[in-house]
């Protein structure tokens, strides 16, 4: 079983459309990243929360942190076909944010 | 500054043979993290190399290893394939002081027939 579990698995939307994925665990993290993968490529870094009940915004997407610091949640105002792509969250946990736990993603299409 | 780098970026393999992933992080960087990414199970943690000395080191049999050499530059070793190794191999490098960001290169990917 994974320590992240992330829903939906996948999701297929329209331009425009709003969305939220989760991702949820019973262990606290120290802090939690999201990531967005593209095919043939590595993960890149979107966002790293910290603080319990943190809200941050890159643009169109928000990310919240839970205030147990066990569960996290993406929002996508306005989806953009730019915006497809495998996002995974992932805990920290301990201080040395390099023994990182991912979640399984979820895997984003959005038509046009 | 150049990102990551991974080779070979493809490579097919047969049971029981051995195969050697190089990754050479950014500049600067001290430590190299390795994961596994499959369908099934997702991307799961090896091992992390900084300053030529495993750190931390996840839930894999010992046929994985790894080793980081002065450079930071680092190679993971897996013995004995087996078909369930198939996946894609990615390395991340960070300045290694803890808290910062991990930077992904853009994996080798391993087939085991």
């Known amino acids: 079983t994974q320590l992240l579990e992330q829903s939906p698995q996948f999701l297929s939307i329209q331009e425009g459309e709003n969305l939220t994925v989760y991702c949820n665990s019973s262990s606290v993290f120290s802090s939690l990243q999201w990531y967005r993968q593209e095919p043939g490529e590595g993960p890149v870094l979107l966002v790293t929360v910290v603080t319990g009940g943190e809200v941050k915004k890159l643009k169109r997407l928000t990310f919240q942190f839970g205030d147990a610091r066990k569960d996290s949640s993406l929002h996508i105002t306005a989806a953009q076909p730019g915006d497809t792509g495998l996002y995974l969250c992932a805990g920290a946990r301990g201080y040395n944010n390099n023994d990182m736990r991912f979640g399984a993603g979820t895997r984003l299409t959005v038509k046009p | 500054k150049a990102g990551v780098t991974q080779t070979p970026r493809y490579l097919i393999k047969t049971r029981g043979q051995q195969v050697t992933l190089s990754c050479s992080p950014i500049s600067g960087h001290r430590s190299v993290s390795w994961y596994q990414q499959t369908p099934g199970q997702g991307l799961q943690f090896l091992f992390e190399?900084?300053?030529?000395?495993?750190?931390n080191k996840g839930n894999f049999p010992g046929r994985f290893s790894g080793r980081q050499f002065s450079n930071s530059r680092s190679e993971m070793n897996v013995s004995t394939l087996e078909l369930g190794d198939s996946a894609l191999y990615l390395c991340a490098s960070s300045l290694g002081r803890g808290g910062e960001t991990q930077y992904f290169g853009p994996g080798t990917r391993l087939l085991v027939l």
């Open positions: 190399y900084f300053s030529e000395t495993q750190r």
